[in-house]
């Protein structure tokens, strides 16, 4: 026997339908994961030479090979009484060898940990065509990966959290809101005057954040953690401030972002409104990047009271 080896179902054989497991008379549960399922017993494939290879489970064979079992006197096919060959059956014994158990499969068996890796359904296929296998069914459990994996995860999402308390300035932590939610994200504290309405905001954002770091995934925590300012994210922390500020809006005027000036909202810049919200704001903030919407921003800036990124600071190009 060998060691125990652990095998489960990739994410994408999780059902999406709401299915429920009765535990009791008043109480079910939902699971997502397949009750029974079972890998192919018998699959041909192209391998690493390129050549053509069957592999077949037969528990009492040491090979997991059709060709080799079969030079060894282990027949492929019988011949019925009418003459039609068919296929030799896997024992029920052999079937449930491959049976994952709600997406597990743990073997100590050799011959099936050997047939499980060689599969095109094991997604650590390295054959050059998985047959009629149109994706990976399983993966190995490796618990020293999955040790690691954690233990990565949980540094950066501890690091994250300890950025996110040490924020003490309010518009930093508004800013960092607005860069991760996008210009029409309401942020606590744009009306607060008092410091205890400023303390209670940003203690508010903070709660936020580290919410935000609980359900991140690697781009999210890299961007959170990412103190670069772009030219596209300086411009809509302006913008984000103007609609909170009510300089600035995109539904005042139908297909027109608007401008209130001397006591009345003015066009400024024409933007379909049959459009998506993110669409309308990319528009405008690439027109506020143009030299031909500069004057626009500048006051725009003044307004809001958002000074321009110094030019010693750390800023991402943008793409040419």
Known sequence: MANIKTYVLLPHTESSAPHYLRVSKTERVQFKKRPYDNAFGEITFTDEKGDNRTIRLRLNSNSIYLDEQVAKGMPATYTGRDGVPFKVPPTQRER????????????????????????????????????????????????????????????????????????????????????????????????????????????????????????????????LMDDSVSKDEEVMLVISRAISAEVIAFNKIPNQVALFRNKEWIPVKLIDSSLPQTERERYFIEYLSSKEGEMLLNDLRNQVGV???????KQVAEPA
């Open 307 to 313: 000074k321009e990124k110094s030019k010693n600071k």
């Open 96 to 223: 449930e060898a491959i049976q994952f158990k709600n997406g597990v499969l743990m073997t100590n068996i050799k011959i099936v940990q050997d047939y499980l890796e060689a599969s095109p359904q094991y997604d650590g296929f390295k054959g050059q065509n998985r047959g009629d296998v149109k994706r990976a069914l399983y993966t190995l459990l490796d618990k020293t990966v999955e040790i690691k994996t954690f233990n990565e995860e949980a540094r950066k999402r501890i690091t994250a959290a300890n950025k996110i308390m040490q924020i003490v300035d309010l518009k930093e932590g508004q800013d960092l809101m607005i860069r991760l939610n996008g210009t029409h994200f309401k942020v606590p504290g744009i009306a607060a005057t008092t410091q205890e309405e400023k303390d209670v905001a940003l203690a508010e954002i903070q709660n936020m954040l580290i919410n935000f770091v609980d359900d991140a995934d690697d781009a999210m925590l890299a961007k």
